[in-house]
């Protein structure tokens, strides 16, 4: 079995695709390439970095544009560097 193991102070990510269909308040349909990106995904895995604040698993923003968008066994992911990395996305109670 392969995996992908990042190296060099980079993070993995897997991207999800949004298929559902988008469209304007006037009913015109959003093609695919005219849909944003989306900035929030799983990590996978991490490098060897000292006190990481974020583990496997958790969910995060990073920076728009940022990294390599990689096809590995059927699925997407973006390995990008740990700094492009903008906030760990956490629940909390509402009060």
Known sequence: MKELQPINQNVLLELTEDNSEQTTASGIIIPDSAKEKQEVAKVVAISNIEN?????????????????????????YLLLPYS???????ETESI
């Open 52 to 76: 990481a604040e974020i583990a496997p698993g958790d969910e995060v923003l990073y920076k728009r544009f940022a990294g390599t968008e990689i096809d590995f066994d059927g699925k997407k």
């Open 84 to 90: 492009e990395i903008l906030s760990k996305v956490v």
